[in-house]
């Protein structure tokens, strides 16, 4: 069973639109890791978010933590062929514990 | 930059056969970490190590064990490799045990079982 569910699984967008991937989990994290993956690499990290109601920007990507730091979202505005990747969200309590991913393509 | 270094990009083995894949990092880090990653299930902890010679079990640890005699290398073993642990696996180190560090990822073994 996984701790945290991310949606969509899968989201394929038009260059220039905007996009929104959730993580949602029942648990509780000190903190909530954002990492972003492309084919046959490894997973390289993008934010972490402390506190809750947190809000970070990374270029044109925002990471929000919920208020109750259970939930999160991260959204892509202007998306690029190049924001193409696996996102993965991963809730950090000493070993991290990882959503099952969303697939997002970005069509030039 | 903090390399993490898998040994193989891919590996063809039997069923049956005793596997090792193998995994270096070069920042001293203490907490290295083996996961397999598939399809639809994001990726799934199998062992981590705090340090030398320590290990501990994450989610999924049946039919693999692990070794870290060296600050730097931490190995999985599939003591008896069979079809279901075909997969990617990933490797992993983060600096300590505390919360709010990266962890920095290998490249990935492509793990086939035939």
């Known amino acids: 069973t996984q701790l945290l569910e991310q949606s969509p ?18 648990s509780v994290f000190s903190s909530l890791q954002w990492y972003r993956q492309e084919p046959g690499e490894g997973p390289v990290l993008l934010v972490t978010v402390v506190t809750g109601g947190e809000v970070k920007k990374l270029k044109r990507l ?41 697939t997002v393509t970005v069509r030039a | 930059d ?7 990009r891919y590996l063809v083995k039997r069923t049956g056969e005793k596997v090792f894949l193998e995994c ?36 999924i640890p049946e039919g ?3 070794s870290r005699e060296k600050k730097e290398r931490f190995s999985l073993i599939l003591e008896s490799a069979s079809t279901n642990q075909t997969s990617m696996y990933l490797c992993a180190s983060r600096e300590t045990g505390y919360s709010n560090q990266p962890q920095h990822f290998g490249d990935g073994t492509r793990l086939s079982i035939l």
Not at chain 1, 9 to 22: A, C
Not at chain 1, 87 to 100: I, P
Not at chain 2, 27 to 34: A, L, S, T
Request: net charge negative.
């Open chain 1, 9 to 26: 699984q899968f989201l394929s967008i038009q260059e220039g639109e905007n996009l929104t991937v959730y993580c949602n989990s029942s």
């Open chain 2, 64 to 66: 693999y064990s692990v």
């Open chain 1, 62 to 102: 925002t990471f929000q933590f919920g208020d109750a730091r259970k939930d999160s979202s991260l959204h892509i505005t202007a998306a690029q062929p190049g924001d193409t990747g696996l996102y993965l969200c991963a809730g950090d309590d000493y070993k991290l514990s990882f959503g099952a991913g969303t």
């Open chain 2, 2 to 8: 903090v390399k993490v270094t898998q040994s193989s």
């Open chain 2, 24 to 59: 270096v990092q070069d920042m001293d880090h203490e907490n290295m970490f083996w996961y397999r990653q598939d399809p639809g299930l994001g990726l799934r902890l199998i062992y981590f190590s705090y340090d030398v010679k320590m290990k501990e079990k994450g989610d």
